[in-house]
């Protein structure tokens, strides 16, 4: 009889359980691969695309006084409101259009809006529009702004950006003709007062926004001899519901806005905006006086109230500061290095202040009834300009 040698047993039953599995090897062997090159290209742009700023120390210095109001001409006031998200880019199609945000600005006395959508600079047919973008898309919001900007740019650091980097997006941005803010400092504390401390590119901070007041860090940025500005906005998402139940929308937008949580909120607009001189409505004019530091930083109490009034401010040739204002305030305060108060004037609508020798700053806050003001610096300088 001849011997059967059996074959090699195999368990069909098994084979059918590994073979699927080995699916789940690639999917990991693939998703390790794709976090490997976002890894690798996240190392190379934090080491490639950075700017080293010197950046001053020491307080401001000299005989001379800059006063950014002393041109300031005529009685009115402009409002301006610089940050406002529309739906134009493609993730946020129920947020509203640029004509129902401008629309409704104007209808609260605003003169003029910058339209700042992430990531892109959004066109409209208003030639007086003013032009922006507000960039980052990362988790921790560490966004920054861009008033007057010719065209936006990709985020190059979706995860990780050191301080290096962001000097590097930042002088990108003025080099792009953009008048660049750091936003909601507050929000996920995205922005420390150390941090902005150590960075540079930027000539304004987001004081009074909607996600957290801080006046405070202009006075450690002050002290370092650093003449950045306050700013105040909205930082317009949705308008409160007696605004949008007016609006001609389409069903599916209004289905979006309820299920997010949108719908039936009083809202925080038309309550932050600056204040510019009268006239001072464009584009153009507006980049003037911001650059130039020539405007008031406004936060209403509520909404419906009456715009309080912004004062002038000039510096006669003894360095005594003069405010005079229509408006009579609860209090006019005179801050100086450090956050120091110098002086408080209670119940008035006229205040003077001498600068000391030991003052290299003073702003300036009124406290009106229905809403706060803040002033940009008057400092020293070293140069012969007139005040």
């Known amino acids: 009889m001849l011997l059967n040698v059996p074959g090699v047993f195999v ?104 339209i700042t959508d992430y990531g892109q600079v959004s066109e409209t047919e208003n030639p007086n529009y003013i032009r922006g973008f507000e960039w980052g898309q990362n988790i921790k919001k560490r966004h920054l ?44 504390d995205s922005f420390s007062k150390e941090e902005m401390s150590s960075i540079g590119g930027f000539q304004a901070v987001e004081v009074y926004s909607p996600f957290g007041d801080d006046t405070k860090v202009l006075d450690k940025l002050l002290s370092q001899g650093r003449n950045v500005h306050c700013m105040a906005s909205d930082d317009l998402h949705y308008f409160p519901e007696n605004s949008i139940k007016n609006f001609d929308q389409p069903t599916w937008k209004d289905i979006i806005q309820t299920l997010g949580n949108q719908r039936g909120r009083k809202g925080e607009s ?72 110098l002086q408080v004037n209670p119940d008035t609508n006229k205040a003077t202040y001498e600068f000391q020798e030991k003052d290299s700053y003073v702003r300036l806050e009124m406290v009106a009834l229905t809403g706060s003001i803040l002033s940009n610096a008057i400092y020293r300088n070293q140069s012969s300009e007139k005040n």
């Open 270 to 341: 038309f309550l932050r905006y600056i204040v510019t001189a009268e006239g001072k409505t464009d584009q153009s004019y507006v980049l003037d006086s911001l650059y130039s530091g020539s405007f008031f930083c406004v936060k209403k109490f509520f909404q419906g109230a009456e715009d309080p009034k912004v004062p002038k401010i000039q510096v006669t040739k003894n360095n005594l500061i003069e405010l005079d204002s229509k408006e009579r305030y609860l209090e006019i305060r005179f801050i100086g290095q450090m956050g120091e108060v």
């Open 145 to 188: 702004l861009a008033i007057g900007i010719k065209k936006s740019f990709y985020d190059y650091f979706p995860v990780y950006a050191s301080r290096e980097n962001l000097n590097w997006v930042m002088d990108r941005m003025k080099k792009l003709g953009g008048y660049v803010i750091i936003p909601h400092p507050k929000l996920f």
């Open 11 to 114: 368990d069909t039953d098994k084979q059918m359980v590994l073979r699927p599995s080995l699916w789940k090897y690639r999917y990991l062997f693939v998703f390790v691969s794709l976090l490997g090159i976002l890894t690798i290209y996240q190392l190379s742009v934090v080491l490639l695309l950075r700017k080293s700023i010197d950046l001053p120390s020491s307080p401001f210095q000299g005989t001379k006084l800059t006063n950014p109001y002393q041109n300031w001409m005529g009685d009115g006031q402009e409002k301006i409101s610089l940050h406002a998200h529309s739906n134009e880019v493609w993730f946020t199609p129920e947020r509203h259009t640029i004509s129902e945000i401008q629309s409704e600005y104007k209808k609260e006395g605003f003169s003029n809006v910058a």
